[in-house]
């Protein structure tokens, strides 16, 4: 749920006014939406990575604690050497993704008319404020002119620039009163000041694009609100560009998924590569057997990184192919694919369970913070059904025995 939605839903029900603590059931809220928000910024993305970090790393700990150890003592010098120098060992599954944010599809004419109605909205404040002259806006004119283009059904490349001509224009004009208002000496509210700063950044984008008859724009603003959100290209078949923080996720042997990196702004997740290594390394004492990563991650320099660490890179070798050696390598990397589905599964997971789908807080913290409970809860989750299997597997060994030994089988 949404904050809003939580409160209705707690507002509502009266199980989960229980579980919250209330000592009765009550018919009006018990806090507001916004009491989330403070609660969500004190609890930073880092955070979740340090608690997620430590619930990982005591499971690992109690799993080598129920693995039998090698007798010790009587060991010989190569022994020594290898304890000192341990091989490679366990896969690493490396893999990016995007987690789309909750805003609607950015076209340059809402754009622009978004950012015209707040301008107006300013403006009017203005004139509350300070009592000054409210200016001509021609606010139902503007409005009409939107919805011409916006109820039409095609949308033609003329009728694009001519739209795009018209609410530049009013976005200028308005924007030319309120640096009248500001020479002035009138100063806008706290804030505002981000929110025009957001607006003049944009006019200038979409002026620019005008002018040149060019799609892009370095650093291109997709949301008046979250100015920090940057098209993503993923090159799906359902969305090829999607809004959100780019991540890159890895997934050790154990199954349990770490965030190695996020951003906003669009990266080349091979870069990736040798940080996560050099962090499973940290973890375990040594470095993976094997890493399993899509084509962009084998580029010359992680291939020539993982040759000289020991470590196998899925995916076809370099050069032509022996044929003494072309059957088995074709298994490798066949069972390398089939392994690799893992990290497919875990965001396909955490997207339509643990809400990576969709990310409906507003602020750049929390929007980082929602994306690292997502892989926090899901790694919850697993360790859950863990125990729980084990538990059961003990419950049916202990019922078998419970019946062998019954008197009716004496």
Known sequence: ???????????????????????????????????????????NAQ?????????????????????????????????????????????????????????????????????????ETIIYRFHKSYGLELPGRYAKRARKDYLAFAKCRKHTAKKIRKALRQQLSYVKRDIGYLDKFMADGYAPKAGEIPLLLTIFRLYEQQQYMYDNKVHSVENRIVSIMQPWIRPIVRGKLNSAVEFGAKLDISIDSDGYARIEKTSFTAYNESGCLKDAVERFKERTGHYPERVLADQIYRTRENRSFCKEKGIRLSGPKLGRPNPATAKTDKKKEYQDNTDRIEVEREFSREKRCYGMGRIVTKLEETQLTSIALSVFV??????QRRILCALFYQYKIFKLKTVWLSPCWT
């Open 1 to 43: 749920y949404s904050d809003r939605e939580l409160v209705e839903q707690i507002t509502e029900n009266p199980y989960l006014q229980y579980f919250i603590g209330l000592p009765g059931y009550q018919e009006e809220p018990p806090f507001d939406a916004s009491t989330l928000v403070l609660f969500r910024k004190r609890i």
């Open 47 to 119: 955070m979740i990575a340090e608690a997620n970090e430590y619930i990982l790393s005591n499971q690992s700990k109690k799993d080598d604690d129920d693995t039998p150890k090698p007798p010790t003592g009587g060991g010989t010098l190569n022994d020594t050497l290898s304890d000192n120098e341990p091989d490679n060992e366990g896969t690493l599954i490396l893999d990016a993704t995007c987690a789309p944010v909750n805003i609607r599809y950015p076209q340059d004419v809402s754009l622009l008319n978004e950012a015209r109605e707040k301008l």
């Open 378 to 383: 899901a790694n919850l989750f697993k360790i």
